[in-house]
């Protein structure tokens, strides 16, 4: 079945530690996205890419880093930089025709020890 | 200005009433418009897609579109229980290169039977 793929479910990152959530989608879609989403809020955008080896950054990206070099994977990378990781992280991806909808994983619940 | 707002909630309606949604944006380029539905603790999962100005149903569900106003709002007919869940607005700013999708803070509904 196609899909995306996010893993870990649940995610525990000590104090200065860089962890990395897994994100793989078997759909051949070109654009993928990551976003965050907060108890009770909206998702907000981290970084989004449209081609391998290209990513952009969205609204709130500073203290995350990305890679893009197949098209099946999105890895997002939550550094130490980021003070106040705990959220829930949703990857989605889409076909870039401007108007098709998003598909998403099942997300990951980060949290910090 | 937030791109993208919508009333927090939380929006109560008796079974089998009409539930008003509403969402403005701030970017009067943006193109694609977007209704997701979210569970707690799941994944969004995409209700209906609108994008040119006037009303567009499906079953229950009828969004309206009124770039003019900036304005894009969601109704549901006979609510159910199961409609009970966080309604996201989304939509595709005018970017030039990019796929970009942006989304607003939700409203959450509950139905009561």
């Known amino acids: 079945d196609g899909g995306i793929t996010q893993s870990p479910k649940y995610l525990f990152r000590k104090e200065g530690q860089n962890v990395t959530l897994s994100c793989e989608q078997n759909?051949?879609?070109?654009?993928m996205y990551w976003y965050r989403q907060d108890p009770g809020q909206g998702l907000r955008l981290i970084y989004y890419?449209?081609?391998?080896?290209?990513?952009q950054k969205g609204d709130i990206a500073e203290g995350y880093s990305v890679s893009r070099e197949k098209k099946e994977s999105f890895p997002l990378t939550v550094t130490s930089a980021q003070k106040n990781p705990t959220a829930f992280y949703l990857c989605?991806?889409?076909?870039?025709?401007?108007?098709?909808?998003?598909?998403f994983g099942s997300g990951t619940q980060l949290s910090v020890l | 200005q937030k791109e993208v707002e919508q009333n927090s909630g939380p929006l109560s309606v008796p079974e089998g009433a009409i539930a008003s949604l509403n969402c403005t944006y701030s970017?009067?380029?943006?193109?694609?418009f977007f209704w997701y539905r979210q569970y707690s603790g799941k994944s969004p999962e995409l209700i209906m897609s609108?994008?040119?100005?006037g009303d567009k149903e499906d079953g229950r569900f009828t969004a309206q579109l009124n770039k003019a106003s900036q304005y894009v709002s969601l109704l549901i007919r006979d609510s159910q229980p199961s409609d009970s869940a966080t309604y996201l607005c989304?939509?595709?700013?005018?970017?030039?290169?990019?796929?970009?999708?942006?989304f607003g803070p939700g409203t959450s509904l509950s139905v009561i039977p």
């Open positions: 989605a991806s889409t076909l870039t025709d401007g108007n098709e909808k998003l598909f």
């Open positions: 759909l051949n879609h070109d654009a």
């Open positions: 890419s449209q081609i391998v080896n290209d990513f």
């Open positions: 970017d009067r380029g943006s193109q694609s």
């Open positions: 609108i994008y040119s100005n």
């Open positions: 989304a939509l595709r700013p005018w970017e030039t290169s990019y796929d970009k999708v942006i």
